[in-house]
């Protein structure tokens, strides 16, 4: 995902927050104490350990992990840390999610229980140290106790405590119940991370790879709870409209239907089973009220974009420009080379393996929700308000999911609250099961914003940046979250704003205008890294192609410029990996491109040919500086995952609208990267400094293969450099 939190909070404390967060719920939340708001879940009962490690009467540490599992392996990384601190036996060590409660499982960057932003490694790591060193001391101290011999004489190797001088030993299932009685240290003593064993090795790798081999593994659509019903929506057709009537009588007939019931999002159909709630949604008859409806279509919203970017249209009322870096007189130059060049980015569909779905089942005003609940403080804030009660009264037992890439985190929980309205209409204690369809996750989901870049650089003698104009429309993710709000949209600026091309730049006039249009757009997976890195990475190849200049040198002498010493680490890392100053094979253009992204900087080169008229992408070699690697073989595995993600969107992802209404409804016309189609990617780590803090891993990925790509297709496209990449961005 990204990181819904991520800037807009950053400058809160939690307090304040909660309770702008509080502001946007209504009155039914007034009066809450921020305590109450922030503990927002159940009871916990915190073992002998602590919220984070259970140890259970046959020796298994099991980590209590407050980020989800869907399918980023983070769940390993987080064991590591604690099992490492612990001396555990890694091959005894399994996981679990945190139930909902904020006070103890908050993210401490994000301010809420809310996995995204690429942290959970990051903002878990001081966390899971001091928790898995406090187990370690307790044992020790269990073992000094009953040996009567001091701490410092005593060892501890995969979970087995050790005198050396008398020889014996016990391990963690022998000293549980002395350990489980002893006060944890406040501040326990750290290992020194040169003595790491586990972090750092191939050791590390994820504890469900047998459970999702052999089925094993339960996600949201294979809970089955007893007189559960399932429930599918009937979703309006354009962004915005509203039910003005139905006829349920056909859908009434189909066998197993057993209620109709309208909700504020659509109509719900109610049966004993899946099939019967599809069939029963088709045979609806519905009427919209599309008053507030948005009918534009997409090219008609783009246009517009275009035009306001070129100072061709007037803006809206309530529209400004905003300016996210200024620095020096732009306007003001004139003069030597210039190079002018815009870009258009699609909306795009996040399109989990796994599409939204939510079991409710209401007590009274209590809520139990099973799901793949990627934001518990945000759906137990979001349910509360349905069913008149406190968020801690939202218990939440969150599962693995099939993926998110940020879909299952928005600010209105809306399949979540949806589950739950029709659960409050069947009553009874009943549990419903809500479940969408691919087509419904296309059509009534959120999307990447549509996204216009217009950029002016003028350049100096030697054909370096002097002067960067730069303009950014989109539609703004932040707005209406209820907290923050106000000024720039971090997530629409990030990679561009900071950038140190334009730190290198003497002269910056960089705005964005986010005007409000009615689709529904989210973060996706490294957010406003998806186009800005695109942006910064092309224009800065077709400003060394201007120059005659070698791209990697000419990036050196920027990075050099701007102190930028991580980006040329990466650089270098992958230019030399690469083969960058000997030829390509045969037939092959090689391309590169630096972007940083949640706290890490990642370089590639990309190898591409075009067969047939289309671009092909064979190897592609990953530079990567995200602090300690805890998990190596996650970190390639995400570079992995992250590559063909940003491949398949800049070949083929684009969700069109006409008239309002979205064009791509499945895979059959939602293009992504077939297998055979997928490259070979090498990654390299960056070594670090022992201890070093890690930094984001699931997302900076992404966005760096579409530029490396398109700067490969720019060495193939001898034509001069035109106003558009060559790629469709």
Not at 163 to 176: K, M, P, Q, V
Not at 213 to 230: A, K
Not at 261 to 273: L, Q, T, Y
Not at 397 to 405: R, V
Request: net charge negative.
């Amino acid at each position: 995902m990204n990181a819904p939190f991520k800037r807009t909070a950053a400058g809160l404390s939690r307090r304040e927050v909660i309770v702008t967060a509080t502001a946007a719920g209504g009155a039914l939340l007034v009066g809450c104490s921020p305590t109450d708001l922030v503990s927002a879940g159940s009871k916990v009962e915190v073992g002998a350990f602590g919220p984070f490690v259970k140890v259970a009467p046959d020796g298994v540490v099991t980590i209590v992990s407050k980020h989800i599992e869907f399918g980023q392996g983070n769940h390993a990384g987080l064991a590591a840390i604690v099992a490492e601190e612990m001396d555990a036996d890694w091959s005894k060590v399994g996981w679990e999610h945190a139930p909902a409660n904020a006070k103890l499982y908050a993210n401490g960057a994000l301010g809420a229980q809310l996995t995204g932003g690429s942290s959970a490694i990051n903002n878990s790591w001081d966390q899971l140290r001091k928790a898995g060193a406090a187990a370690r001391a307790m044992f020790v101290q269990a073992a000094a106790n009953r040996w009567n011999v001091g701490v410092g004489e005593l060892t501890v190797k995969d979970g087995v405590v050790s005198h050396a001088a008398s020889g014996r030993t016990a391990d963690f299932r022998e000293l549980l119940p002395d350990a489980a009685r002893v006060t944890p240290p406040e501040e326990p003593t750290l290992k020194d991370p040169a003595q790491f064993t586990l972090i750092g090795t191939d050791r590390v790798r994820r504890k469900d790879s047998r459970a999702k081999s052999t089925g094993e593994q339960v996600f949201t659509q294979d809970v089955r709870l007893p007189d559960m019903l399932v429930a599918m929506v009937a979703h309006p057709p354009r962004f915005g409209a509203k039910v003005a009537s139905f006829d349920a009588t056909a859908a009434k007939k189909v066998a197993g239907v057993v209620e109709v019931h309208e909700i504020p999002s659509g109509v719900a159909v109610v049966a004993e089973n899946t099939w019967a709630a599809r069939q029963g949604r088709e045979a609806l008859t519905v009427e919209w009220d599309e008053a507030k409806a948005e009918t534009r279509g997409s090219a008609e919203i783009l246009d517009r974009f275009r035009k306001v970017a070129a100072g061709q249209a007037d803006l809206a009322e309530g529209e400004e420009w905003q300016a996210f870096e200024s620095k020096g007189d732009a306007a003001a130059q004139s003069g030597g080379e210039a190079l002018e060049v815009a870009y258009d980015f699609p909306y795009l569909a996040h399109a989990t393996m796994e599409p939204m779905n939510c079991v409710a089942q209401l007590d009274g005003n209590k809520v139990k929700l099973t799901f793949a609940s990627q934001g518990p403080t945000l759906d137990q804030l979001n349910v509360a308000k349905i069913v008149a009660n406190l968020p801690g009264a939202v218990e939440i037992e969150t599962l693995p999911a099939g993926g998110s890439f940020g879909r299952r985190a928005n600010f209105q929980s809306d399949y979540v609250v949806e589950c739950v309205h029709i659960a409050k209409k069947v009553g009874g204690n009943r549990p419903v099961k809500l479940v969408w369809t691919r087509e419904d996750d296309m059509a009534a989901g959120y999307f990447r914003p549509l996204v216009h870049h217009r950029v002016k650089v003028l350049t100096d003698a030697e054909g370096y940046p002097r002067a960067w104009t730069h303009r950014i429309v989109t539609q703004s993710i932040m707005k209406g979250a209820p907290f923050g709000g106000g000024g720039v949209d971090e997530t629409a600026v990030e990679g561009a704003k900071g950038s140190p091309y334009l730190a290198a730049t003497a002269h910056v006039d960089a705005q964005l205008l986010t005007p409000d249009i009615g689709v529904p757009v989210l973060w996706w997976r490294s957010v406003g890294a998806t186009h800005t890195a695109f942006v910064m990475e092309h224009t800065i190849d077709q400003l060394a192609r201007k120059a005659g200049k070698d791209p990697v040198e000419y990036r050196r002498a920027l990075y050099r410029k701007a102190g930028a010493e991580r980006h040329l680490a990466v650089l270098d890392l992958a230019a030399e990996k690469a083969g960058w100053t000997t030829p390509a094979p045969a037939g092959w253009t090689r391309g590169v491109a630096v972007h940083e992204s949640f706290g890490s900087v990642v370089a590639q080169v990309a190898e591409v040919q075009v067969e047939n008229g289309e671009p092909r992408v064979g190897r592609v070699v990953t530079a990567i500086d995200c602090g300690t690697a805890i998990a190596p073989d996650q970190i390639a595995a995400q570079m992995e995952g992250g590559t063909c993600y940003g491949l398949s969107a800049a070949l083929y992802g684009e969700v069109t609208l006409t008239e309002g209404r979205v064009d791509q409804l499945n895979f059959d016309t939602y293009r992504v990267l077939r297998h055979n189609e997928a490259p070979k990617v090498e990654t390299y780590i960056v070594p670090k400094p022992a201890g070093a803090h890690p930094t984001g891993v699931g997302e900076p990925g992404t966005p760096v293969i579409g530029p490396a790509v398109a700067n490969a297709l720019l060495v193939i496209n001898s034509a001069p450099v035109t106003a558009q990449p060559f790629v469709k961005a």
